[in-house]
């Protein structure tokens, strides 16, 4: 991490003190909730979340800024659908809402730690490769691998630098 | 009894939709709070007894859907219950003033729902029990 980047990530995070643990609790509080199924921290370094991924977004604008990032592997995030509707076979229609709902609901208990007040916008579900959102104005402050059905979710927080690709103030 | 599920995810109206069902209620289905409000005006006398009402949706909010029907004196008799990933007190407070008569957090046990139509008399197995 560049210094710039640094001083970034240290501006970012002042004003919260959101940790891995926490992404955690409220992920395993969802799943438990919504697909009766139990998640588990795992290392990064086992994660295999290198396929292609289902990556569903919900922004968080107020007193602070930025965003909440679930991303799962395609069977993953299908799995997910399944499990959440009790169904067979889910459509592409549905994983996304199912994935834009999950991450609605970890980003609203993400934004019940942040500080007052911020509102949390609609969810936005895209499946692509796993791509940080490197080179633009936002840099990962928090984020924790959870297994969960021979399947992996990710889930990142991003912070709002107020900065663009190029280091300059927006 | 008649039950009203407004919510922009259709994951959370299907899954609203099914266990209110199961307990007994004819369900209907607006993915926005202006939706729902052009609903309640075509059905007359059949309002429904309870409204779901998530808080963020496009077009018009839950919130912004509460005070609406809160200004219709002929609508006074539906309950509504906020079903929100909005988990913070001062929300939770906006609603209630607003004139919400419950506020159930995302996410929740499955139970935790039927629990909440309990505490507003609002469970029809429980009645015909």
Not at chain 1, 80 to 87: F, I, Q, T, V, W
Not at chain 2, 65 to 87: A, C, D
Request: glycine share 8%; hydrophobic share 45%; net charge negative.
């Amino acid at each position: 991490m560049s210094a710039q980047t640094d001083t970034q990530a240290e501006a970012a995070l002042a004003c919260v003190e959101l940790q891995s643990d926490d992404l955690v609790a409220i992920t395993t509080d969802v799943w438990s909730c919504f697909l009766d199924e139990e998640v588990y921290p795992m290392p990064e370094d086992a994660a295999g979340l290198d396929a292609e991924s289902v990556l569903a977004s919900v922004g968080i604008v107020g007193a602070w800024g930025g965003h909440v990032l679930l991303e799962l592997p395609v069977a993953g995030a299908e799995a997910a659908a399944k499990r959440m509707l009790d169904l067979e076979e889910v459509t592409a229609l549905e994983i996304v809402d199912a994935l834009g709902e999950l991450t609605n609901m970890v980003g609203g208990n993400v934004k019940s730690l942040l500080p007052p007040t911020c509102h949390l916008g609609l969810p936005m579900v895209v499946q692509g490769t796993v791509a940080p959102a490197a080179g633009t104005d936002t840099i990962e402050i928090c984020r924790a691998f959870l297994g969960w059905a021979d399947t992996t979710v990710r889930v990142s927080v991003w912070a709002k630098t107020n900065r663009d690709r190029n280091g300059l103030a927006t | 009894m008649r039950a009203l599920v407004i919510d922009d995810s259709r994951v959370m109206r299907t899954l609203l939709t099914r266990d209110l069902k199961k307990v007994g209620y004819e369900v209907l289905q607006a993915e926005d709070g202006q939706k729902a409000l052009d609903l309640l005006e075509t059905v007359g006398d059949d309002l429904p007894d309870l409204c779901t009402i998530d808080w963020n949706m496009p077009v018009m909010d839950g919130l912004t859907f509460v005070q609406k029907v809160r200004q219709r004196p002929e609508w006074r008799g539906i309950t509504l219950m906020m079903v929100t990933t909005e988990s913070e007190h001062n929300q939770l407070v906006r609603a209630l003033a607003a004139g919400a008569h419950e506020y159930l957090m995302k996410p929740f046990p499955p139970e935790a729902f039927l629990e909440k139509l309990d505490i507003l008399g609002l469970n029809p197995s429980r009645s015909l029990a």
